[in-house]
């Protein structure tokens, strides 16, 4: 079986969610993807950093620089809200944050897959429905980076694990966003 097929319960659960529904609407509102935007930025920035603190013989390495999204989120960010850069930071985001600090270094790749390869495929669906320019969403070379990708991945049941562990992140930081977005009722 892939990891897409091992998977699939963890993915349906995220995509059933309130916030990814109102994400594929075509209705969500320029400051309710903003404070998405910066759930995602401080997100893949503690990932893409932690690969700056791997154990030297590791051997664990961020596949292409090509494939980190951080900056675009972080232009897509303040194209929505100039002042983006100080949305609160939620809940759910810090628990991420801080469980990436200390994710062993191989099990990162875990993480790679279900973000980044989310991005190069039904990202794109996404990137039709949401405002403004969608930075996050364009890759160069996506073929290519999907085949770089999917050479870091392994298919055991700790890796398997972990990947659902980060579709569970993925889907709380939807849940705290819907509880978020129902709480400021000016957003
Ligand atoms: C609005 C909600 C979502 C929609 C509509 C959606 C849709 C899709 C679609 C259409 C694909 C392509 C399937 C294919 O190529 O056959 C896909 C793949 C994928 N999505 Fe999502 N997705 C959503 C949310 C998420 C979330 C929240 C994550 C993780 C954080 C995610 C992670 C992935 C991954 C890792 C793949 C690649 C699977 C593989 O080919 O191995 N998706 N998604």
Known sequence: MSLKELTKDSHSNAERSWFAGRMFSGQITNPEYAIYLKQQYESYKALENRFDSVKPDSQVTFPDERIKRSDSIYKDLIEMDSNGANLPVLKSTQTYCSYIKD???????????????????GGQMIAKRVPGEGLYYKFESPDELETLIRSKLREDDLFVEECRKCFTFATDSFNDLKNYIDSNINI
């Open 103 to 121: 994710c062993p270094d191989d099990l990162l790749y875990a993480h790679v897959y279900v973000r980044y390869l989310g991005d190069l495929k």
